[in-house]
T-cell receptor, first 115, second 114 residues
Framework: AQKVTQAQTEISVVEKEDVTLDCVYE???????LFWYKQPPSGELVFLIR??????QNEISGRYSWNFQKSTSSFNFTITASQVVDSAVYFC????????????FGAGTTVTVRA | AAGVIQSPRHLIKEKRETATLKCYPI?????VYWYQQGPGQDPQFLIS???????DKGSIPDRFSAQQFSDYHSELNMSSLELGDSALYFC?????????????FGNGTRLTVT
């Protein structure tokens, strides 16, 4: 069975602070995908990243960066110099490599960025 | 860039009524997925279609059915609505069947059953 744990329920920061969202996963599969999605107050789910389990390179996209550590089964997400528009619920998700639509989502972390 | 389009954005129905939700995938995407997100919950997979054929089924009630049409748009039909069906329903699309490209979600349809 697959399981994704986002231990932080809510994080509140002041603009320009960095914020790191933790994600720990469990799976028996040797090949799998990890994802991060953003859900702003308007409700849509915005795809941020998909990472293959064989690719442990960290990735940076603008103010977003991801740290994949297979040894600790973690896929953490950092927002650098946060902005008010980053306020949202962020979901970490896991899927089998051949069934990447059957996402196992974490419970989500609500990030509030105050001006 | 064009995204996944869902309609309507909001829908209010009474118990025992029926509802139809529509999803238009990103152009050239041939695979569609439906998810249900209850209040304060994470999204749950309902059903998927690839090339107009049902490809997998998740926790979809028997009262719900769905199909994918020749233009790849999909409709989720929900009958005998119950209060517990109130949720945000997402459609997602990808290209080339499962496992080939990441899912891109639509903005969702918020269904309220009264």
């Amino acid at each position: 069975a697959q399981k994704v744990t986002q231990a932080q329920t809510e994080i509140s920061v002041v603009e320009k602070e960095d914020v790191t969202l933790d994600c720990v996963y469990e799976t028996r599969d040797t090949t799998y995908y990890l994802f991060w999605y953003k859900q702003p107050p308007s409700g849509e789910l915005v795809f941020l990243i998909r990472r293959n389990s064989f690719d442990e390179q960290n990735e940076i996209s603008g103010r977003y960066s991801w740290n994949f550590q297979k040894s600790t089964s973690s896929f953490n997400f950092t927002i650098t110099a946060s902005q008010v528009v980053d306020s949202a619920v962020y979901f970490c998700a896991l899927s089998e490599a051949n069934n990447d639509y059957k996402l196992s989502f974490g419970a989500g972390t609500t990030v509030t960025v105050r001006a | 860039a064009a995204g996944v389009i869902q309609s309507p954005r909001h829908l209010i129905k009474e118990k025992r009524e029926t509802a139809t939700l529509k999803c238009y995938p990103i152009p050239r995407h041939d695979t569609v997925y439906w998810y249900q997100q209850g209040p304060g919950q994470d999204p749950q997979f309902l059903i998927s279609f690839y090339e107009k054929m049902q490809s997998d089924k998740g926790s979809i009630p028997d009262r719900f059915s769905a199909q994918q049409f020749s233009d790849y748009h999909s409709e989720l039909n929900m009958s005998s609505l119950e209060l517990g069906d109130s949720a945000l329903y997402f459609c997602a699309s990808s290209f080339g069947g499962q496992g080939n490209s990441p899912l891109h979600f639509g903005n969702g349809t918020r269904l309220t059953v009264t």
